[in-house]
């Protein structure tokens, strides 16, 4: 999983180059808080994306999954997660991230979230042991598959041998469009799948 913030800057061809650089399956897309995204590049980079088999989310108004012709979002506010739900499934995916407890975690498996995503999609200083430490405990417990962000490859390859579903690589990891970076991460975790 990738994380763009949705900016006339991310170009859809650098979008799509990064997910072809690797096994990604999905995007978020984080929509600025200040003023209403432009639909139209909303669009262009979503099905750039979507071209390439990866479902495309954004964390931002559920209206803007019909609005763009998006796979579904990511709800980083637990408070939002049961409008979502009930405002789009089964027909699209519904995330929860913004998780920073197992209750919170709990909870939004139960109410019936796609997934759960540990560690902000903007991530903080001293963010990755905790999360670290909730995806391990997921992991053993729960099917509801689990997330964890990676702000470092280093990070990236923990969180795959905590037993994350799935590894998303934070947005400053991809600035530059993050071919490369994906590379390098999916040869990280293809060693980590690797160990016996």
Do not use: N
Not at 23 to 32: C, E, G, H, M, N
Not at 40 to 64: M, S, Y
């Amino acid at each position: 999983m990738l994380v763009f913030t949705l900016t006339p800057e991310l170009r859809p061809d650098a979008a799509a180059a990064a997910v072809r650089a690797g096994d990604v399956a999905a995007v978020v897309l984080r929509v600025p808080k200040d003023g209403a995204p432009d639909i139209r590049h909303l669009r262009a980079v979503a099905e750039a994306l979507q071209k390439h088999d990866a479902a495309v989310l954004v964390e931002g108004p559920d209206t803007l999954v019909t609005a763009a012709g998006l796979d579904g979002v990511h709800v980083s506010d637990l408070r939002g997660l049961q409008a979502a739900l009930r405002a789009l499934k089964p027909q699209a995916i519904v995330g929860a991230g913004g998780l920073a407890s197992r209750h919170d975690a709990m909870e939004a498996g139960e109410s019936g979230a796609d997934y759960v995503f540990f560690g902000a999609l903007e991530p903080r200083p001293g963010d990755a042991p905790e999360a670290l430490d909730l995806v391990a405990w997921w992991a053993e417990l729960f099917e509801v598959p689990c997330v964890g962000l990676a702000a470092s490859l280093d990070e990236a390859e923990a969180l795959a041998q905590a037993g994350a579903d799935f590894v998303a690589l934070a947005e400053a990891l991809v600035a530059d469009g993050g071919a490369a970076t994906v590379t390098a991460a999916m040869d990280r975790l293809s060693r980590v799948d690797a160990q016996p």
